[in-house]
């Protein structure tokens, strides 16, 4: 048990619609990251948030965009959804500002596009 | 988006067996982490490495951070039906945004 929660768990929608994906980070924790994994690959890297700001960002189009609320949950939103995004997208708490940087994965919210 | 070099895909061994895997990087990484991935779930975090040469255990495992920093192996000892599931290796830059970059990953199955 991380301390990271995710909602849904499960989602279908169909091409071209917009999803929101959402976030609990771990208390205490100021930095969530968001990876895409596809079926059979490791996870991939989309972007991070730290402190309401957006801090790095992975090789994912603009369609990809992300918001931080002042408590650090975090939300993923997808725009004009593709088949490729069918994935389960994992959000990654850190407690940022210290040497080790553990990220701590909540169980994910798996996407299927139809 | 660049991945580390996990291989092979699948690993099959006998309840009690040792297991070794290891994972390259044609980048340099300053952490190294391994996770274990069940159906269902996130990734949960195995052993973190912080130096180059560094072992680490947590219980039956094992993991090294290599001298050229674009290598590490993970050793599990005395395998239980438990230890099945993926297994994931993780390079980190302790940089600007410390995002990790992970391989295709190892499923392990444990024959009873």
């Known amino acids: 048990e991380t301390g990271v929660t995710q909602s849904p768990t499960h989602l279908i929608k169909t091409r071209g619609q917009q999803v929101t994906l959402r976030c609990s980070s771990q208390?205490?924790?100021?930095?969530v990251s968001w990876y895409q994994q596809a079926l059979g690959q490791g996870p991939q890297f989309i972007f991070q948030?730290?402190?309401?700001?957006?801090?790095g960002r992975g090789n994912f189009p603009p369609r990809f965009s992300g918001l931080q609320f002042p408590n650090y949950s975090s939300e993923l939103n997808v725009n004009a959804l593709e088949l490729d995004d069918s994935a389960l997208y994992l959000c990654?708490?850190?407690?940022?500002?210290?040497?080790?940087?553990?990220?701590?994965f909540g169980a994910g919210t798996r996407l299927s596009v139809l | 988006g660049q991945q580390l070099n996990q291989s092979p895909q699948s690993m099959f061994i006998q309840e009690g067996e040792d297991v070794s895997m290891n994972c390259t990087s044609s980048?340099?990484?300053?952490?190294w982490l391994w996770y274990k991935q069940d159906p269902g779930e996130g990734p949960v975090l195995l052993i973190a490495?912080?130096?180059?040469?560094e072992l680490t255990s947590n219980g039956r495992l094992t993991a090294q951070f290599g001298i050229t920093r674009k290598d590490s192996f993970l050793n599990i000892s005395a395998s239980i039906p438990s230890d099945v599931g993926i297994y994931f290796c993780?390079?980190?830059?302790?940089?600007?945004?410390?995002?990790?970059?992970f391989g295709k990953g190892i499923t392990l199955s444990v024959r009873p």
């Open positions: 990654a708490s850190t407690e940022g500002g210290t040497a080790k940087n553990i990220q701590y």
């Open positions: 208390s205490g924790h100021n930095t």
């Open positions: 948030y730290y402190r309401e700001e957006e801090n």
């Open positions: 980048s340099i990484f300053n952490t």
């Open positions: 490495l912080y130096k180059a040469g």
């Open positions: 993780a390079g980190q830059y302790t940089g600007a945004n410390s995002k990790l970059t």
